[in-house]
T-cell receptor
Framework: GEDVEQSLFLSVREGDSSVINCTYT??????LYWYKQEPGAGLQLLTY?????DMKQDQRLTVLLNKKDKHLSLRIADTQTGDSAIYFC??????????FGAGTRLAVHP | DAGVIQSPRHEVTEMGQEVTLRCKPISGHNSLFWYRQTMMRGLELLIYFNNNVPIDDSGMPEDRFSAKMPNASFSTLKIQPSEPRDSAVYFC?????????????FGEGSWLTVV
């Protein structure tokens, strides 16, 4: 079945770049998504990329997609303490449903 | 737009009691999803509806769980009887659905504790 995998933890220093990686198995994915979850809150859509794109940039966020390797990454430039959260990669391949990874907990320290 | 609205935000109940979680999707969205989040299992899709019709309920853990969507603006997820292992955060989400795309918007969640 469809699967999405992410590393569970990432720790970065404030001001550095963060790179969160994700791999997926469904080759029919049309869109791939990044969601952010802050403590006690729901999942907030951060950005998404269409499967025929290699890269998408949105202010401090850069999404890279390697469709051949089924690899997706999210780069956060100039990481701030407010970026500390859990980041979920999601594969939008199935009929109108998303398959989520386990989430990567990003910790930003001074 | 008010976003996806869920109630209650928090509920503590005793084992064996019935629990009903409620959701109001974003107006105009025709797909609705119920997810469950736990530390052990992460985010699991329980069931989703398209145009008020259940499309895939394969994620519903057992017969104690049931979900309904009587109209386009309301859905419930019921657990009867509840058990301690049902303790989790239950998220409702909605999307425009195909062919408009499957970007999903989440509510703030219902935090359920069964003691």
């Amino acid at each position: 079945g469809e699967d999405v995998e992410q590393s569970l933890f990432l720790s970065v220093r404030e001001g550095d770049s963060s790179v969160i990686n994700c791999t997926y198995t469904d080759s029919s994915s049309t869109y791939l998504y990044w969601y952010k979850q802050e403590p006690g809150a729901g999942l907030q859509l951060l950005t998404y990329i269409f499967s025929n794109m290699d890269m998408k940039q949105d202010q401090r966020l850069t999404v890279l997609l390697n469709k051949k390797d089924k690899h997706l990454s999210l780069r956060i430039a100039d990481t701030q303490t407010g970026d500390s959260a859990i980041y979920f990669c999601a594969d939008g391949g199935g009929y109108n449903k998303l398959i989520f990874g386990a989430g990567t907990r990003l910790a930003v320290h001074p | 737009d008010a976003g996806v609205i869920q109630s209650p935000r928090h509920e503590v109940t005793e084992m064996g009691q019935e629990v009903t979680l409620r959701c109001k999707p974003i107006s105009g969205h025709n797909s609705l999803f119920w997810y469950r989040q736990t530390m052990m299992r992460g985010l699991e899709l329980l069931i989703y509806f398209n145009n008020n019709v259940p499309i895939d309920d394969s994620g519903m853990p057992e017969d104690r769980f049931s979900a309904k969507m009587p109209n386009a603006s309301f859905s419930t997820l019921k657990i009867q009887p509840s058990e301690p292992r049902d303790s989790a955060v239950y998220f409702c989400a909605s999307s425009l659905g195909p062919p408009s795309g499957n970007t999903i918007y989440f509510g703030e969640g219902s935090w359920l504790t069964v003691v």
